[in-house]
Nanobody, 114 residues
């Protein structure tokens, strides 16, 4: 079993910042990627993902404003979100990909008011 626990969501005004955290626990042998997705009404979409070697991939909407980072020893991933916009409002999910499976956190709500 693998568990992902997210934290750091909340309500913030446009232009503000939030930092999301996700900690993984359980039977984790090795991690391919850890990252963040979000879902407003509609499909779940990629925000940012980081591979074990450190390479990153960002959605165009996140580039220049969001920064993903990882702590491999803690099996944790973070998302620093700056210059938030109302359109960033969504439930943010942490995703872990490893040999044998893909796992999701329960989600954390981010609401950006105008």
């Amino acid at each position: 079993q693998v568990q992902l626990v997210e934290s750091g969501g909340g309500l913030v005004q446009a232009g503000g910042s939030l930092r999301l955290s996700c900690a993984a626990s359980g039977s984790i042998s090795s991690i391919n990627t850890m990252g963040w997705y979000r879902q407003a009404p509609g499909n779940r979409e990629l925000v940012a993902v980081m591979a074990s070697g450190g390479s990153t991939n960002y959605a165009d909407s996140a580039k220049g404003r969001f920064t993903i980072s990882r702590d491999n020893a803690k099996k944790a991933v973070y998302l620093q979100m700056n210059s938030l916009k109302p359109e960033d409002t969504a439930v943010y999910y942490c995703k872990l990909s490893m040999p044998g499976g893909v796992y999701w956190g329960q989600g954390t709500q981010v609401t950006v008011s105008s």
